[in-house]
T-cell receptor, first 115, second 114 residues
């Protein structure tokens, strides 16, 4: 257990559905992240939050909408996704936004399949 | 854009062998991160370093900033070390948040046979 939990662990959705992924960290960290890992591709950083404020958005399509209501919770709202969005979505947290020796702690991921 | 290359892509070893995984990058960085990903997807952060060498148990990570290269070593390898090892480089960070880039390598699949 890393102290970062994600729900659901698996999700199957149609292209017209709206769903949300949830991440919670019990580590007292100030920074949280969403990553995407597609089959046979490197990890991609999607969003970075520091103290509930979005500080990085790496050209992610608007059908992915993050929300950070407090420093312990992070959501990823999904709307009208495409089959190519099927991937493992990982949440992580760190004490401060990545710099120097700031280690990240990862959740187990949500395996998303878009039909 | 920083290009991150890991080698080898696949590595098979016998239990007890000394393992080395390499990571090279093309643009100067502020920090480098080694991660371990087990089957099923769970990721564990192994090291984050910006210079020199770090050791944790049987794992050692080194970085040479001038040569833009890092190595991850595993001593006395064990089947439970079987996983994908991922290198990621961080290109700076400023308070404005406009220069924050984390680039990942494709990973090295390590299989340690008993």
């Amino acid at each position: 257990e890393t102290g970062v939990t994600q729900t659901p662990r698996h999700l199957v959705m149609g292209m017209t559905n709206k769903k949300s992924l949830k991440c919670e960290q019990h580590l007292g960290h100030n920074a949280m992240y969403w990553y995407k890992q597609s089959a046979k591709k490197p990890l991609e950083l999607m969003f970075v939050y520091s103290l509930e404020e979005r500080v990085e958005n790496n050209s992610v399509p608007s059908r992915f909408s993050p929300e950070c209501p407090n420093s312990s919770h992070l959501f990823l709202h999904l709307h009208t996704l495409q089959p190519e969005d099927s991937a493992l979505y990982l949440c992580a947290s760190s004490q401060e936004v990545l710099a120097g020796d700031n280690e990240q702690f990862f959740g187990p991921g949500t395996r998303l399949t878009v039909l | 854009k920083n290009e991150v290359e890991q080698s080898p892509q696949n590595l098979t070893a016998q239990e007890g062998e000394f393992i080395t995984i390499n990571c090279s990058y093309s643009v100067g960085i502020s920090a480098l991160h080694w991660l371990q990903q087990h089957p099923g997807g769970g990721i564990v952060s192994l090291f984050m370093l910006s210079s020199g060498k770090k050791k944790h148990g049987r794992l050692i990570a080194t970085i040479n900033i001038q040569e833009k290269h890092s190595s991850l070593h595993i001593t006395a390898s064990h089947p439970r070390d079987s996983a994908v090892y991922i290198c990621a480089v961080l290109n700076g960070w400023d308070s404005g948040g406009s220069n924050y880039k984390l680039t990942f390598g494709k990973g090295t699949l390590l299989t340690v046979n008993p």
